[in-house]
């Protein structure tokens, strides 16, 4: 079945590094996403990462894929009280219409 | 989050009744979904549109029905509310024409049914 899963909570300090991780089950999702949702908002794309890679760097934020154990990181270099958000992992299943299956979403707090 | 807009935002209702929830583009994208968030559970796709007159169930479609009759709109309904149903509702949409095109969300609409 299909099923991607989150560690709920993660607090850091400020000018630390975040590492957020998630595991998904579909060994055919061709790519992984992250979506951030800021409080009272819908949800926005941060980084996406297609499937036949095993890292993608975009400024503060770096993606780690591992196909074999089905495992999907976001790291956030730097973090400021701005990344204070709820950040969900989500996967596109075999079966099209990009119908994307989220986690349950991890919520980050950035402490001074 | 322009270019998706949901109404209303905020809406109570009792239990039995009845409301429609509209979601309305303007990027003029083929699919259009309606998502359902509850705390812990992230987000449940409801169901789902490929194209004006055309709608498909989700993950849990029970007790919602919907409709696409023209392109930039896609409306939920409920026809007889529970308490079950208490949750934030999302519409997304995108252009569907690549497995990487991004989902679009509107802000969200907070129905609670007591």
């Known amino acids: 079945g299909e099923d991607v899963e989150q560690s709920l909570f993660l607090s850091v300090r400020e000018g630390d590094s975040s590492v957020i991780n998630c595991t998904y089950t579909?060994?055919?999702?061709?790519?992984l996403y992250w979506y951030k949702q800021e409080p009272g908002a819908g949800l926005q794309l941060l980084t996406y990462?297609?499937?036949?890679?095993d890292m993608k760097q975009d400024q503060r934020l770096t993606v780690l894929l591992n196909k074999k154990d089905k495992h999907l990181s976001l790291r956030i270099a730097d973090t400021q009280t701005g990344d204070s958000a709820i950040y969900f992992c989500?996967?596109?299943?075999?079966?099209?219409?990009?119908?994307?299956?989220f986690g349950a979403g991890t919520r980050l707090a950035v402490h001074p | 989050n322009a270019g998706v807009t949901q109404t209303p935002k905020f809406r109570v209702l009792k239990t039995g009744q009845s409301m429609t929830l509209l979601c309305a583009q303007d990027?003029?994208?083929?699919?259009m979904y309606w998502y359902r968030q509850d705390p812990g559970m992230g987000l449940r796709l409801i169901h789902y549109?490929?194209?004006?007159?055309?709608?498909a169930k989700g993950e849990v479609p029970d007790g919602y029905n919907v409709s696409r009759l023209k392109k930039q709109n896609f409306l939920l309904g409920l026809e007889s509310a529970a308490p079950s149903q208490t949750s934030v509702y999302f519409c997304?949409?995108?252009?569907?024409?690549?497995?990487?095109?991004?989902?679009?969300f509107g802000n969200g609409t907070r129905l609670t049914v007591t």
């Open positions: 989500a996967e596109i299943p075999s079966g099209g219409y990009n119908k994307l299956i």
């Open positions: 579909d060994s055919s999702s061709t790519y």
């Open positions: 990462i297609f499937s036949n890679m």
């Open positions: 990027m003029n994208h083929e699919y």
């Open positions: 549109s490929v194209g004006e007159g055309t709608t």
């Open positions: 997304a949409v995108s252009t569907g024409k690549t497995a990487n095109s991004p989902l679009h």
